[in-house]
């Protein structure tokens, strides 16, 4: 394959082929792929504002996220002994056991993936998911500036 359009297609159909699997499997789990997100930069508690610059989304988007967590009592939002108007969120311990969960499914699921590649194909691997995220943000970045008004969407909306 050395027409550089077969390959460029070629690489797009593997690259849709990996988001399908992804995805059915991040669907397996307890926490939706922005429940994990969230978790991973939670700790013991941060506020809204705190974990929208975090996830890079705006407060709203964190807001109704959170209000899912609350609602499957994975989270809970607990007010400021100092400043009353100062809400934060904090995981619950139900919570904290399923982003555990998480965590281990996923270190289960890329640890049978070095096992499958073996070492020096998951170090290349590694090099080249980072290589091509990059690509996409500087993509993404360039797409952004060169829209006419910039770009619509709030930040992670």
């Known amino acids: 394959m050395d027409d ?14 990996l988001l399908r699997s992804d995805r059915k499997w991040l669907s397996s789990q307890t926490l939706s792929p922005a429940e994990a997100r969230l978790f991973a930069v939670l700790g013991e508690g941060r506020k809204v504002s705190e974990l929208a610059d975090a996830l890079e989304l705006t407060a709203g988007a964190v807001t109704r996220l959170v209000d899912v967590l609350e609602r499957r009592t994975l989270a809970e ?17 139900a919570g904290l056991a399923a982003w ?18 073996g070492v020096e194909d998951a170090k290349a691997y590694a090099r080249l998911l980072l290589a091509t995220a990059a690509h996409l ?11 006419p008004g910039g770009n ?6």
């Open 4 to 17: 550089p359009l077969d390959l460029a297609r070629s690489l797009r159909d593997a690259y849709q082929r």
């Open 100 to 117: 555990r969960e998480w965590e281990r499914a996923a270190d289960a699921g890329f640890a049978s993936l070095v096992d499958a590649l």
């Open 77 to 93: 939002r607990i007010r400021s002994s100092a400043d009353r108007r100062v809400v934060f969120v904090r995981p619950t311990l």
């Open 137 to 147: 943000e500087s993509m993404a970045a360039a797409s952004t500036k060169a829209a």
């Open 152 to 157: 619509r969407r709030a930040k992670g909306d």
